[in-house]
C-alpha cells in the first residue's frame, strides 16, 4: 500500500490496483464537554468546513506541511488505511510519502501512526521523488529534473539527480495561500465578504495566472457595509490581479533554487525544463507565466493531483530501481 499524505488530500494506492481512495485531509472532531472524539474523516469532514456549530471542529491536522495535530493525523490514517484495507490484506507493507521540510519527530510519528493502524512495515519517500517518479522524469540518471508540486499548504520546489534530491524547498505558500488571497481581495475591491470555500471554487473555475477569458463570473458574498448577502461579477482580470503576489513569490524560488543548483546540472534544466505537480499545477495559465519569468520550458505532469501517489505507488512496485530512495525511521 502507498500513501499520499498531502496537506489537502490523501490518496491511496493499492499494488496493482491504482489509486483507490481519494479523500480531503480533514477531520472533524466533536468536544463533548471535554472529551474529543472523531466524527467524521475525509469526503465527509470536509463538508464541514466552515459550517460547524460551537461544539465540532472540522481539522486539515496537515495543513502547513507540517503536523499541527499528531493525534488526529493518527486516526486520519488509521480510519483511510482501514477503509481500503478491509479484510484483503493483512499488515500491510505501507510506503508513505511526506513533505521534505518535515522534521525527523513528524516522519516518526507518521511511521508510528501507520504501525499503530497495522502495518507491518513502514517507509517513507520523499514528496518530490515521488512526484518525478510520477511524472516519469528519469530521476534515477546523472541529469537534472525539476519538480515543483504546488499543493494546498506546501510548495515543494526540488532539484534532483541521481536518485537524489540536489536542492529542495518547501514554502508555506501553495493553493490554501491562493484561496485566502481571493477573500482578501474580494473584500479590498468589492466589499465582500466570503469565506475559503467559495474562494477555491472561484480559484478552480476562473483563477488565473495570465488573463485572457473575458467572460465574468458571478460571487456571492455578504456586503461589509449593509451586511447583507449581495452578488457581484467577477472577471480573470481580477482573479489575476488577486494571484499575483502569490505567483511572484513562487517565480522566486524558482529562480532561488536555479541559483543554487550546480552549474552542470542547471545546464540539464535549460534543456529539460521544469515539471508542474500538484494541483496548483491546474490554474490556468500557471505554465506559460512561470514559463515567461523564468526563461525555463514548464511541462504540466499528467493528471497533476495524483501524480505523487501514482509516484509512490511506483516506488512500491519497483522496490529494487528505486530502494535507495526510500527511509525507514
Ligand atoms: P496536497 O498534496 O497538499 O494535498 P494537492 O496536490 O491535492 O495538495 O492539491 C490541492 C490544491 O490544489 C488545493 O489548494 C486545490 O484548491 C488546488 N486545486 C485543485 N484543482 C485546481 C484547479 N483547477 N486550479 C487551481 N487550483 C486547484
Ligand atoms: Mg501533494
Redesign the pocket.
Known sequence: MAI????????VVLKGKGVVLNEP?VVAVVDNKGKKSVLAVGDEAKTMLGRTPGNIQAIRP?RD?VIADFIVTEEMIKHFIKKVHKKTLANPRILICVPTGSTPVERKAIQDSALAAGARRVQLIE?PIAAAIGAGLPISEATGSMIV??????SEIAVMSLGGLVYSKSLRV???A??TAIVNYMRKEYNLLIGDTTA?KI???M?TAIPTGTNTYPVKGRDLRSGTPKEVNITEEDTAEALNDILKEMVNAIKDALENTPPELSADLVDMGLTL????????N?DKRFSKETGLPVHVADD??SC?AVGTGKALDQEETFSTMLSEY
Open positions: 499520499d499524505l498531502g496537506t489537502a488530500n490523501t490518496l485531509s496537515l506541511g514528496e508540486d504546488i499543493g494546498g499548504g506546501t501553495a493553493g490554501d491562493m484561496d477555491e480559484k478552480k473555475e483563477g505537480t500538484g494541483g496548483g499545477a491546474l490554474l490556468k500557471i497533476p493531483l505523487v
